[in-house]
T-cell receptor, first 111, second 112 residues
Framework: GQQVMQIPQYQHVQEGEDFTTYCNSS?????IQWYKQRPGGHPVFLIQ?????EVKKQKRLTFQFGEAKKNSSLHITATQTTDVGTYFC???????????FGQGTTLQVKP | EAQVTQNPRYLITVTGKKLTVTCSQN?????MSWYRQDPGLGLRQIYY???????DKGDVPEGYKVSRKEKRNFPLILESPSPNQTSLYFC???????????FGPGTRLTVL
């Protein structure tokens, strides 16, 4: 269907290590959004990717959209304790107004 | 301040007692939506509204109702809550359906 699979579900890293979460779809995505939810907080929008092969950077965060528009990734360079939280990708349904979220990747950073 | 507000933030109720969770946004957004968040399942969309008087089912609409009589408000109604509706609920809005979503602070509901 139009689900998005996100891996890994959990990731523990030492502060300073890199981190990547992947979002995969069996169908072509019109766009992909990424959100971050801090522990006890609400999801906050990070970015939207629209074009095939698109790469966008926000400081230590790099977002990529696959050439076939079926996958996306979020890479954090040199993690910090402030990066702790759950990262979600989300896709729009192709023919409705639904927004479908992945299961999320929870990042823990050990200082 | 641009924001999405939800009330109440916490609610403990009993099976079968009707309740309403309110959601309001002050950004003149057309699109509004309700999600529930459960461990391991991520965020699942309950209902959404593309504009006033237009509502549609998300992926988990059973047991819920919504209405969109005004642009700013999108209440979530549980006519007869059951324990499997114990969850963390988020309301969100966006300018249009394909724009970034702004989330409310969440409502933690427990149904005994």
């Amino acid at each position: 269907g139009q689900q998005v699979m996100q891996i890994p579900q959990y990731q523990h890293v030492q502060e300073g290590e890199d981190f990547t979460t992947y979002c995969n779809s069996s169908t072509t995505l019109s766009n992909i959004q990424w959100y971050k939810q801090r522990p006890g907080g609400h999801p906050v929008f990070l970015i939207q990717l629209v074009k095939s092969g698109e790469v966008k950077k926000q400081k230590r965060l790099t977002f990529q959209f696959g050439e076939a528009k079926k996958n996306s990734s979020l890479h954090i360079t040199a993690t910090q304790t402030t990066d702790v939280g759950t990262y979600f990708c989300a896709r729009r349904s192709s023919n409705t107004g639904k927004l479908i979220f992945g299961q999320g990747t929870t990042l823990q950073v050990k200082p | 301040e641009a924001q999405v507000t939800q009330n109440p933030r916490y609610l403990i109720t009993v099976t079968g007692k009707k309740l309403t969770v309110t959601c309001s946004q002050n950004m003149n957004h057309e699109y509004m939506s309700w999600y529930r968040q459960d461990p391991g399942l991520g965020l699942r969309q309950i209902y959404y509204s593309m504009n006033v008087e237009v509502t549609d089912k998300g992926d988990v609409p059973e047991g819920y109702k919504v209405s969109r009589k005004e642009k700013r408000n999108f209440p979530l109604i549980l006519e007869s809550p059951s324990p499997n509706q114990t969850s963390l609920y988020f309301c969100a809005s966006s300018l249009l359906y394909n724009n970034e979503q702004f989330f409310g602070p969440g409502t933690r509901l427990t149904v005994l």
